[in-house]
Nanobody, 119 residues
Framework: QVQLVESGGGLVQAGGSLRLSCAAS????????MNWYRQAPGKERELVAA???????NYADSVKGRFTISRANIKNTVYLQMNSLKPEDTAVYYC?????????????WGQGTQVTVSS
């Protein structure tokens, strides 16, 4: 089992910045990738950024150049630095861990944190 605890959401004006954190605990040795998703009202959950254990990083086109995913391995923590925020970034942001190094492969989710960007 992997537990994920998120923090860092809030209300910010357009153009501002926020940093989200996701601390993993439990069977972290099983984690092959950690990801940030978001879900806006009435929309499907979408992948925002991903980082693999090997360090490969991917971003959604909508956040490239504005968001940065990083990690602190010793702390088993992943961060999402969000700059130049836009109202369309408003959503609940979820941390996700893919435990692909253990059997069975399992996905774990955090509780979600609200990000609201005002215009």
């Amino acid at each position: 089992q992997v537990q994920l605890v998120e923090s860092g959401g809030g209300l910010v004006q357009a153009g501002g910045s926020l940093r989200l954190s996701c601390a993993a605990s439990g069977d972290t040795i099983c984690i092959s990738a950690m990801n940030w998703y978001r879900q806006a009202p009435g929309k499907e959950r979408e992948l925002v950024a991903a980082i693999t254990r090997g360090g490969s990083i991917n971003y959604a086109d909508s956040v490239k150049g504005r968001f940065t995913i990083s990690r602190a391995n010793i702390k088993n923590t992943v961060y999402l630095q969000m700059n130049s925020l836009k109202p369309e970034d408003t959503a609940v942001y979820y941390c996700n861990a893919t435990a692909g190094l253990c059997v069975p492969k399992t996905n774990y989710w955090g509780q979600g944190t609200q990000v609201t960007v005002s215009s």
